[in-house]
């Protein structure tokens, strides 16, 4: 088998198989990129109807990837938390699909139109 064969393999198993998923605590919401906008900030639509300016964390820069579209967890700031906040987890497509199925994210069809 190519190597790149087993590495697409070992992706899907990857992505279906769901070890966690993490969820919000506290003041942390979730979140879709909408907009890159280069070095590590990121326009994000939160679910408590705000929209913020990301960045990820010096600790997460070269081990998260975030691309638009993805599903991720927002913590705001405590000075200008409704207009800024910080990444701490992307969710996979299978994280997605068992939150979506579990009743966290009920309000996504609705927030994913405006």
């Given at each position: 088998?190519?190597?790149?064969?087993?590495?697409?393999?070992?992706?899907?198993?990857?992505?279906?198989?769901?070890?966690?998923?993490?969820?919000?605590?506290?003041?942390?919401?979730?979140?879709?990129?909408?907009?890159?906008?280069?070095?590590?900030?990121?326009?994000?639509?939160?679910?408590?109807?705000?929209?913020?300016?990301c960045?990820?964390?010096?600790?997460?820069?070269?081990?998260?990837?975030?691309?638009?579209?993805?599903?991720?967890?927002?913590e705001?700031?405590?000075?200008?938390?409704?207009?800024?906040?910080?990444?701490?987890?992307?969710?996979?497509?299978?994280?997605?699909?068992?939150?979506?199925?579990?009743?966290?994210?009920?309000?996504?069809?609705?927030?994913?139109?405006?």
């Open positions: 088998m190519s190597l790149k064969k087993a590495q697409e393999e070992q992706r899907e198993a990857y992505e279906t198989e769901i070890k966690h998923a993490k969820l919000p605590r506290g003041n942390q919401v979730f979140g879709v990129v909408d907009q890159r906008l280069g070095g590590t900030r990121m326009r994000v639509r939160c679910l408590d109807g705000k929209q913020r300016l960045r990820i964390p010096g600790r997460f820069k070269k081990r998260l990837w975030v691309r638009e579209g993805d599903t991720v967890l927002v705001p700031w405590e000075l200008g938390g409704d207009t800024k906040g910080d990444i701490l987890y992307k969710y996979t497509r299978a994280q997605y699909q068992w939150l979506k199925n579990r009743g966290y994210l009920k309000d996504v069809h609705e927030f994913e139109e405006f």
